[in-house]
């Protein structure tokens, strides 16, 4: 087996339009750079690509044009190219459909594929190990809760008397893959899951992933060691405690605070597993990408009219009243009538032995990780959100159920976790059938 590493900086001009909130922001400057990183993986005349971005989302069809062009200019397979936005708030909604200038698309389009050519030109041979372990205190922490009134609320806010109990457990597992390299230094494979919103504001941040990539680098510094940071199911997670401390109103003290520490105590894990994973044996490689269509939510088609006016007041900054859940269902009733009756959604797997990362095309909820687990115990399975596209939340049968925010602003209905869930338990199954 040969693994490689490239990293490329695509930080936008700044006047580029934010993403990541209702109300709407321009870039001002930047708190820290955004990167691409990819691994690249050969074994035998096979090789698989992941590529990370610090974006918020971007489209399907964007996605796959990325795909096919690196498969265009590498040869690596389009079906065994896993793409993710690490879904920072802080940033931009990359893409055709963006609003970026066309120089920056262009030029995106471009570090896309060189990154990819970045980390086939630092291949050599590698030795892989795996290890995971929880944090020393939880970050991730679940939003949705059930409230004493009987409602359901996401970020009920600090210290909220009216909060009875939270929907879920949440997932503080690291997860280490390190590739061993001979005559280069070793890569960091870390998988983490929680909303990467700590900051706020006008400036563009790599928010905690950034931190984790960093630290861990700078802690293994001697060793030359790169890492690549990859972000979870993470749709009903956040990092706010809301029986802990309140986070500061400034937005840097804010920044270097909450998520410096959110990153401390994951590459605290990380560095106290380096030296103790098991190693994994090699195999083959596989990738698979399937689009799936998802019938769409079209509930409140009636009040499309109703809601554009009130979306229209929401994103020129006027007072509506509306809370965050209103706002997220008026924002999807307003796009309804550009909807088609179903909406794409990707699944996609990226294996290579004992060890597979499997994305899903939205922000799915922690289920979609902890069921997957569980039917392949003797997989070592890092989730990716937002991987090859992204439309929104994927939530759990039980959300709909339940309902809420995520369930009243999805595109999606509730036969969405059934779908999705079981196909990327067949990709699974058929790597494994190949080992």
């Not at 896309?112 to 970050?139: C, G, H, I, M, Q």
């Amino acid at each position: 087996m040969k693994v490689g590493f490239g990293r490329i900086d695509v930080t936008p001009p700044i006047g580029v339009p934010l993403a990541g909130y209702f109300e709407p922001r321009t870039m001002v400057g930047v708190f820290d750079p955004l990167q691409l990183n990819a691994v690249v993986v050969e074994v035998g005349e096979d090789r698989l690509a992941i590529i990370t971005a610090d974006f918020l989302s971007m489209r399907e069809t964007d996605c796959t044009g990325l795909r096919r062009l690196i498969e265009k200019e590498t040869g690596i397979p389009a079906q065994n190219i896993l793409t993710q936005c690490l879904h920072q708030h802080t940033s931009i909604f990359a893409g055709n459909s963006s609003g970026m200038p066309p120089y920056y698309k262009q030029s995106m389009e471009r570090k896309y594929v060189d990154v990819v050519k970045y980390a086939l030109d630092d291949l050599a041979e590698a030795t892989v190990t795996v290890s995971e372990k929880e944090t020393a205190r939880p970050v991730s922490f679940i939003r949705r809760f059930r409230m004493k009134d009987g409602s359901v609320r996401t970020n009920p806010g600090f210290g909220n008397p009216d909060i009875d109990h939270p929907l879920g457990d949440a997932d503080n597992t690291v997860r280490l893959v390190r590739f061993h390299r001979e005559g280069k230094g070793d890569i960091a494979m870390v998988g983490f899951q929680t909303h990467p919103d700590t900051i706020g504001g006008c400036r563009v941040s790599a928010d905690w992933p950034g931190w984790v990539r960093r630290l861990t680098e700078k802690a293994l510094e001697e060793e030359g060691v790169s890492c690549i940071l990859v972000n979870g199911c993470q749709g009903d997670t956040n990092h706010f405690n809301v029986k802990g401390e309140r986070p500061p109103k400034d937005h840097y003290e804010k920044f270097t605070k909450v998520s410096k520490g959110i990153a401390e105590e994951i590459v605290k894990v990380a560095l106290a597993l380096w030296n103790e994973g098991k190693e994994s044996p090699e195999g083959a490689i596989s990738g698979e990408v399937t689009i799936h269509s998802i019938p769409t939510n079209l509930n409140g088609i009636d009040r499309i009219e109703e809601a554009k006016a009130l979306h229209k007041k929401v994103t020129a900054g006027e007072p509506t009243g509306l809370n965050m859940a209103e706002k997220g269902e008026v924002r999807r009733i307003a796009g309804m009538e550009n909807h088609t009756l179903f909406q794409k959604v990707p699944v996609t797997m990226v294996a290579f032995g004992k060890i597979a990362v499997v994305g899903y095309g939205g922000e799915p909820f922690t289920e979609y990780a902890d069921v997957l687990r569980e039917a392949y115990p003797e997989m070592t399975i890092l989730t990716a959100c937002n991987c090859n596209g992204a439309q929104g939340y994927l939530p759990s049968e039980k959300a709909f159920e339940e309902g809420g925010y995520e369930a009243r602003t999805t595109v999606f209905t509730p036969s969405t976790p059934t779908v999705l869930q079981g196909e990327a338990k067949a990709k699974l199954a058929r790597h494994i059938e190949k080992l």
